[in-house]
């Protein structure tokens, strides 16, 4: 039996690594193949949203939601990249509305990426909308952490579609990442070096702890290499099954998305890391509003705060506090939005203002021109927050932030549980404020549009199709009017946060927070891509 030693393995792997190069740059005839893409397919990403749950048996169960405005009129599928090769199809699962009728579709292994699932539908007219909601679940996705003994976590890429086919950039790409049942604790949560998260929430209809990260507006080459990548890793007690990356997953993995070259190219960067890379993790701190000590346990829950101070409480992302500053003043016809890239908010009437952050946003945050000056939006955020913090001293924050988690579930409650679209309207007018407070309103809305029907039927009381539903109205418009603030309002929302905490909550000298780099979950799906982008 012939023996190898390591530098014999290493030199037989680096020769192999060269061939594979070798190949991947020989010519390969091309078929205008960019001609036809173009003129076969060409649409625009409107929304990207990515909802990923993490299950004990070491699965991943993944949602989208997508909207697409189709250019050409030819687009008769969309192909959604899986972060592995055990996804199952079997588990796929697909709604599709085109120009906001619900269309037949069917499901299958996609004909364009190998590690993907595609949902086929019938072409319509050019410039139609298109909402696509899938679902499907992932098995072998959480793994060990190398760098943290005891921990195992995931490291996601959400998918995207090649530059042959999509226009432009992903206009709103956000992903939710759900931590197993059980897991409440984010002092005990690390997230991906470099990936800071935008917020945290606690779920309480699912009861579990959810990390946010909002990216905004991005092209598919910068969600491809990496830019838009999530990660969280946690105490592997509360997984039931995690796994240990192995490098022939990687190599198969590698070659059958990418090719040689890439595989080759991650190869290397593997051999690099096996044989004695050192990387240094800069630990980041959770992005506190507050102080602990602030907190007194039993002191019971302080009530009595409005919805945007709520916000702060629940740290809620700046910009949707700021969202909701300005929202609250245009429904009190102070001011009016101009719907820009950037935004303008321009003053007609500050008497009628009466909150002390309303009139610091008017006379610190806008210009004179009507644009938002974020060095005032972050002085009054700075200030409210503080002013927050004084409000909350003495009481019992963890109960506080448990009252208005109650508080926002009641006003989503009173519409959910409304009997028509006029009284879900008005419920929602209402309480639209501490609706925002949900980080999935959004989706939530979605759902209750095709829950809330106008009781109609046809002559005779034969069942007719519902007529206009004021709610969907209503609520597009909100969400898309909240959506356009909330990604205007600030120019770099992590640097702007960063800012704004470091001096509400500044770090103590020579004091780290949590986080793991990439090299977390043991580069899991460095090779993999994470998700396969292309297609249609």
Same mark, same amino acid.
């Given at each position: 039996?012939?023996?190898?030693?390591?530098?014999?393995?290493?030199? /037989?792997?680096?020769?192999?690594?060269?061939?594979?190069?070798?190949?991947?740059?020989?010519?390969?005839?091309?078929?205008?193949?960019n001609?036809?893409?173009?003129?076969?397919?060409?649409f625009?990403?409107?929304?990207?949203?990515?909802?990923?749950?993490?299950?004990?048996?070491g699965?991943?169960h993944?949602?989208?939601?997508?909207?697409?405005?189709?250019?050409?009129?030819?687009?008769?599928?969309?192909?959604?990249?899986?972060?592995n090769?055990?996804?199952?199809?079997?588990?796929?699962?697909?709604?599709?509305?085109?120009?906001g009728?619900?269309?037949?579709?069917?499901? /299958? &292994?996609?004909? %364009?990426?190998?590690?993907?699932?595609?949902?086929?539908?019938?072409?319509?007219?050019?410039?139609?909308?298109?909402?696509v909601?899938?679902?499907?679940?992932?098995?072998?996705m959480?793994?060990?952490?190398?760098?943290?003994?005891?921990?195992?976590?995931?490291?996601?890429?959400?998918? !995207?579609?090649?530059?042959?086919?999509?226009?432009?950039?992903?206009?709103?790409?956000?992903? !939710?990442?759900?931590?197993?049942?059980?897991?409440?604790?984010p002092?005990?949560?690390?997230y991906?070096e470099?990936?800071?998260y935008?917020?945290?929430?606690?779920?309480?209809?699912?009861?579990?702890?959810v990390?946010? !990260?909002?990216?905004?507006?991005?092209?598919?080459?910068?969600?491809?290499?990496?830019?838009?990548?999530?990660?969280?890793?946690?105490?592997?007690? %509360?997984?039931?099954?995690?796994?240990?990356?192995?490098?022939? &997953?990687?190599?198969?993995?590698?070659?059958?998305?990418?090719?040689?070259g890439?595989?080759a190219?991650?190869?290397?960067?593997?051999i690099?890391?096996?044989?004695?890379?050192?990387? %240094?993790?800069?630990?980041?701190?959770?992005?506190?509003?507050?102080?602990?000590?602030?907190?007194?346990?039993?002191?019971g829950?302080?009530?009595?705060?409005?919805?945007?101070?709520?916000a702060?409480?629940?740290?809620?992302?700046?910009?949707?506090?700021?969202t909701?500053?300005?929202?609250?003043?245009e429904?009190?016809?102070?001011?009016?939005?101009?719907?820009?890239?950037p935004?303008?908010v321009?003053?007609?009437?500050?008497?009628?203002?009466?909150?002390?952050?309303? /009139?610091?946003?008017?006379?610190?945050?806008?210009?004179?021109?009507?644009?938002?000056?974020?060095e005032?939006?972050?002085?009054? /955020?700075?200030?409210?927050?503080?002013?927050? &913090?004084?409000?909350?001293?003495?009481?019992?924050?963890?109960?506080?932030?448990? %009252?208005?988690?109650?508080?926002?579930?009641?006003? !989503?409650?009173?519409?959910?549980?409304?009997?028509?679209?006029?009284?879900?309207?008005?419920?929602?007018?209402?309480?639209?404020?501490?609706?925002?407070?949900?980080?999935?309103?959004?989706?939530?809305?979605?759902?209750?549009?095709?829950?809330?029907?106008y009781?109609y039927?046809?002559?005779?009381?034969?069942?007719?199709?519902?007529?206009?539903?004021?709610?969907?109205?209503?609520?597009?418009?909100?969400?898309?009017?909240?959506?356009?603030?909330?990604?205007?309002?600030?120019?770099?929302?992590?640097?702007?946060?960063?800012?704004?905490?470091?001096t509400?909550?500044?770090?103590p000298?020579?004091?780290s927070g949590?986080?793991?780099?990439?090299?977390?979950?043991?580069?899991a799906?460095?090779?993999?891509c994470?998700?396969?982008?292309?297609?249609r």
């Amino acid at each position: 039996m012939v023996k190898y030693n390591k530098v014999t393995l290493f030199a /037989l792997l680096s020769i192999f690594v060269f061939f594979l190069i070798i190949l991947q740059s020989a010519p390969i005839p091309q078929e205008n193949i960019n001609a036809k893409a173009q003129d076969d397919y060409q649409f625009q990403t409107v929304k990207e949203h990515c909802f990923v749950y993490i299950e004990k048996d070491g699965s991943i169960h993944i949602e989208y939601e997508f909207e697409f405005i189709d250019i050409l009129g030819t687009l008769d599928g969309v192909d959604i990249g899986m972060p592995n090769s055990f996804y199952t199809l079997d588990s796929a699962n697909a709604v599709v509305y085109i120009d906001g009728d619900r269309v037949r579709h069917s499901i /299958l &292994q996609s004909p %364009y990426i190998p590690m993907g699932i595609a949902v086929e539908f019938s072409p319509r007219s050019r410039g139609s909308e298109i909402q696509v909601f899938f679902e499907a679940d992932n098995p072998h996705m959480v793994y060990d952490d190398v760098k943290n003994t005891g921990y195992a976590g995931i490291r996601f890429r959400p998918t !995207w579609f090649s530059n042959e086919y999509q226009s432009g950039k992903t206009e709103d790409l956000q992903v !939710w990442v759900y931590l197993p049942e059980g897991l409440d604790d984010p002092s005990k949560v690390k997230y991906l070096e470099d990936h800071p998260y935008t917020s945290i929430d606690w779920d309480d209809n699912k009861e579990r702890l959810v990390y946010h !990260w909002d990216y905004g507006s991005k092209s598919p080459s910068l969600i491809e290499s990496g830019e838009c990548d999530v990660g969280v890793s946690f105490p592997d007690e %509360y997984v039931e099954v995690h796994y240990r990356y192995r490098v022939w &997953q990687g190599i198969y993995e590698g070659i059958l998305i990418a090719g040689p070259g890439m595989f080759a190219c991650c190869t290397v960067i593997f051999i690099f890391s096996l044989f004695g890379s050192i990387f %240094y993790t800069k630990y980041r701190r959770r992005l506190d509003y507050f102080e602990p000590e602030l907190s007194v346990k039993g002191a019971g829950p302080r009530i009595g705060l409005t919805a945007v101070e709520a916000a702060i409480v629940l740290e809620k992302p700046l910009n949707i506090v700021a969202t909701m500053i300005i929202f609250g003043m245009e429904k009190k016809e102070a001011v009016k939005v101009f719907p820009e890239k950037p935004l303008r908010v321009v003053v007609i009437y500050k008497e009628k203002l009466s909150r002390d952050y309303e /009139l610091k946003f008017v006379e610190k945050a806008i210009e004179p021109t009507g644009f938002i000056d974020n060095e005032g939006l972050g002085n009054v /955020l700075e200030e409210l927050i503080d002013s927050v &913090q004084s409000k909350i001293h003495g009481f019992d924050y963890a109960a506080t932030k448990k %009252y208005y988690k109650r508080i926002v579930e009641l006003a !989503w409650s009173e519409v959910e549980k409304s009997g028509t679209p006029e009284i879900a309207v008005s419920n929602a007018s209402k309480n639209d404020e501490w609706l925002l407070l949900d980080p999935t309103y959004k989706h939530r809305f979605i759902l209750l549009e095709s829950r809330i029907w106008y009781p109609y039927s046809g002559p005779g009381g034969a069942a007719a199709s519902p007529g206009p539903n004021p709610l969907v109205s209503w609520s597009q418009g909100f969400v898309k009017s909240t959506n356009m603030i909330s990604k205007s309002v600030v120019h770099n929302l992590t640097s702007f946060t960063h800012d704004v905490v470091n001096t509400t909550n500044p770090l103590p000298s020579g004091g780290s927070g949590g986080g793991f780099s990439g090299g977390g979950c043991a580069c899991a799906c460095a090779c993999a891509c994470a998700c396969a982008g292309g297609g249609r």
